[in-house]
């Protein structure tokens, strides 16, 4: 009898929100789908109480980690910066699992993949801060999206990216720049150690990061991919690239028949 090839299984660290009376941990549908779909793999979801977690424990049945985007902020003090805005969301749980969580991952040559939010938590991870709202630093444009117009159009594409010649992302999608969406009030001010840029904005605000030392895929991009995937070549490139990479990893580990 012939037996179903299993998927890499994916590790998608939740998000914390408050409904109602009630914390809940919770991912974006979207995130979900693009991993089950364009990267052909298992998404699993996280609770981010890191305090209850064996790391090593945790990774060894990754196949892959996608760290999402979110509404919330890393917590400034992460990287030496007081809170500049306080009506903007927090999530110190996710913050407490994700940080420890990407260094664990490259260490343990797990393929990653970071989207906005987890981005960011990349490069604070490697040291690197933040500007807490790009739209108030000199020189650099607003990348937030338009308040009150449909998904469709803050999804939409919003200005090209610049893709670093022989880079990582470069490789990926075949091009030198591309179309992006820019949905994200903070971006990347100093660059963390042991990262690499792999694009920038018009305005020079770096849009993506590759860690210099893993031995796997270890890619962070600012924009959205995840969004309508299936229909973005080169969007839909990023996440085959990582579910390949998932697949690697699983047939290294599998037991021998």
């Known amino acids: 009898m012939m037996t179903k090839k299993r998927k890499p299984v994916v590790l998608i660290p939740a998000d914390v929100k408050q409904l109602g009376e009630h ?27 890191s305090d209850l977690f064996d790391l090593d424990a945790l990774l060894a049945i990754a196949d892959g980690i996608l760290l999402t985007g979110a509404v919330s902020n890393v917590h400034p003090s992460h ?4 809170i500049l805005n306080p009506t903007l969301p927090l999530d110190p749980a996710r913050d407490a699992l994700t940080l420890k969580l990407v260094q664990a991952c490259i260490q343990a040559e797990v393929p990653l993949l970071a ?6 938590e990349i ?20 990348h937030r999206e338009f308040k ?25 999608v075949g091009a030198k720049q591309m179309q992006v969406n820019s949905i994200h009030g903070q971006g990347i001010a100093r660059l963390g150690a042991d990262l690499v840029v792999e694009a920038f ?18 890619l962070g991009v600012q924009w959205h991919p995840e969004w309508k995937v ?8 990023i996440f085959v690239a990582f579910g390949d990479a998932c697949r690697f990893r699983m047939r290294r580990h599998e037991p021998p028949d």
């Open 201 to 218: 904005a018009p305005d020079g605000l770096i849009e993506a990061i590759s860690v210099v030392h893993a031995k796997t895929f270890a």
């Open 230 to 237: 299936m229909d973005n070549p080169q969007y839909l490139a």
């Open 115 to 120: 989207i906005c939010r987890g981005f960011q």
């Open 23 to 49: 914390p809940y941990h919770m991912a974006g549908h979207k995130y979900l789908l693009a991993v089950a779909e364009a990267a052909g793999a298992i998404p699993l979801i996280v609770p981010a109480i």
């Open 148 to 172: 009150g117009a449909s998904v469709d159009i803050q999804y939409g594409p919003s200005h090209s990216i610049d893709i670093v010649a022989g880079g990582q992302l470069a490789k990926i």
């Open 79 to 82: 990287f030496g910066q007081e």
């Open 123 to 142: 490069n604070v991870a490697f040291g690197g801060s933040l500007h807490q709202a790009v739209h108030e630093v000199e020189g650099l444009q607003d």
